[in-house]
């Protein structure tokens, strides 16, 4: 069975940055999408940003212009680069890629010290 693997996470200050990597362990036919959502202590989950099978991307508002997601669909690889990052982007990032059927990452934890 095809699974996404995440890294990148971790423990960074106020301002600084961090880069979260996705890849499919496997081939995943008919990939429309990929991205990455994420989810504070206590919140629901909230889609962060995605990169569709046309190569176009969009990120939520919360974070535009200081997120860039990146990719390339037919590798079956999605990537966050995070910038000027705040103590509520604090939060566990999941990647997923969106077939026929939906498929999570097992999430990486974004700690932001203030």
């Known amino acids: 069975q095809v699974q996404l693997v995440e890294s990148g996470g971790g423990l960074v200050q106020s301002g600084g940055s961090l880069r979260l990597s996705c890849a499919a362990s496997?081939?995943?036919?008919?990939?429309?999408?990929m991205g990455w959502y994420r989810q504070a202590p206590g919140q629901q989950r909230e889609l962060v940003g995605n990169i569709m099978s046309s190569g176009s991307t969009s990120v939520d508002d919360s974070v535009k212009g200081r997120f860039t997601i990146s990719g390339d669909i037919a590798k079956n690889t999605v990537y966050l680069e995070m910038t000027s990052l705040k103590p509520e982007d604090t939060g566990v990032y999941f990647c997923f890629a969106a077939a026929s059927y939906l498929l999570w990452g097992q999430g990486t934890q974004v700690t932001v010290s203030s």
């Open positions: 496997g081939s995943i036919s008919s990939l429309r999408a």
